[in-house]
């Protein structure tokens, strides 16, 4: 069962509230904190709303990332359909301090104890640091694919990684190298 709260060192993870649009906002809207995510950046609270309604209110393994002060200032994201979706996101003043990879590796161990058997996670190949997210929480890279990206409607080469928590080490999700036709496995990644 998905934990409601839980802390790390310096981490509150804890599910979204109504109260948080505010907070879900000021990640939203800027640009280069969306520059490699699946949608456009809010332009007010309104849409900021939608997307709290739509992409997270109710959804079981969706967690606000916040400081002690349990202010959020990210999210980390497991979805449950067949590809067990894991991803996240941090205010771009938060970068590079190691939050993201605290966070994610504390939603992996809840994860793990509920039994979910494995999850994917990929990035544009462009945006290498989250693939190296990805490494430390111990993911390991899988393929490649192109797509043609939406809603932004341009292509996109993606790197797939995979982290199995079943002990079938060499189970890979298929998915997108049998939807995609242009897909390879890159020997430098």
């Given at each position: 069962m998905a934990a409601l709260r839980f802390e790390t060192d310096r981490l509150v993870l804890r599910k979204f509230e109504d109260s948080d649009v505010g907070a879900l906002y000021q990640l939203l809207?800027?640009?280069?904190?969306?520059?490699?995510?699946?949608?456009?950046?809010?332009?007010?609270?309104?849409?900021?709303?939608?997307?709290?309604?739509?992409?997270?209110?109710?959804k079981k393994y969706y967690y606000a990332i916040c400081l002690k002060d349990d202010c959020p200032?990210?999210?980390?994201?497991?979805?449950?359909?067949?590809?067990?979706d894991f991803g996240y996101a941090i205010r771009k003043e938060f970068w590079h301090r190691g939050i993201v990879t605290e966070a994610d590796r504390a939603l992996i161990e809840q994860l793990r104890q509920d039994q979910i058997p494995y999850i994917t996670a990929t990035h544009d190949r462009n945006n290498p640091r989250s693939g190296g997210v990805m490494r430390q929480i111990g993911m390991r890279y899988c393929y490649s694919y192109e797509e043609q990206w939406q809603p932004k409607n341009f292509p996109v080469t993606f790197r797939m990684y995979q982290l199995n928590f079943d002990g079938q080490e060499d189970r890979i999700y298929q998915k997108y190298w049998d939807l995609y036709p242009t897909h390879f496995i890159e020997a430098d990644v």
């Amino acid at each position: 069962m998905a934990a409601l709260r839980f802390e790390t060192d310096r981490l509150v993870l804890r599910k979204f509230e109504d109260s948080d649009v505010g907070a879900l906002y000021q990640l939203l809207k800027d640009e280069q904190v969306n520059t490699f995510l699946p949608w456009f950046p809010a332009k007010n609270m309104e849409e900021a709303k939608a997307f709290y309604e739509k992409q997270i209110a109710g959804k079981k393994y969706y967690y606000a990332i916040c400081l002690k002060d349990d202010c959020p200032i990210g999210y980390v994201k497991a979805d449950m359909d067949d590809s067990y979706d894991f991803g996240y996101a941090i205010r771009k003043e938060f970068w590079h301090r190691g939050i993201v990879t605290e966070a994610d590796r504390a939603l992996i161990e809840q994860l793990r104890q509920d039994q979910i058997p494995y999850i994917t996670a990929t990035h544009d190949r462009n945006n290498p640091r989250s693939g190296g997210v990805m490494r430390q929480i111990g993911m390991r890279y899988c393929y490649s694919y192109e797509e043609q990206w939406q809603p932004k409607n341009f292509p996109v080469t993606f790197r797939m990684y995979q982290l199995n928590f079943d002990g079938q080490e060499d189970r890979i999700y298929q998915k997108y190298w049998d939807l995609y036709p242009t897909h390879f496995i890159e020997a430098d990644v």
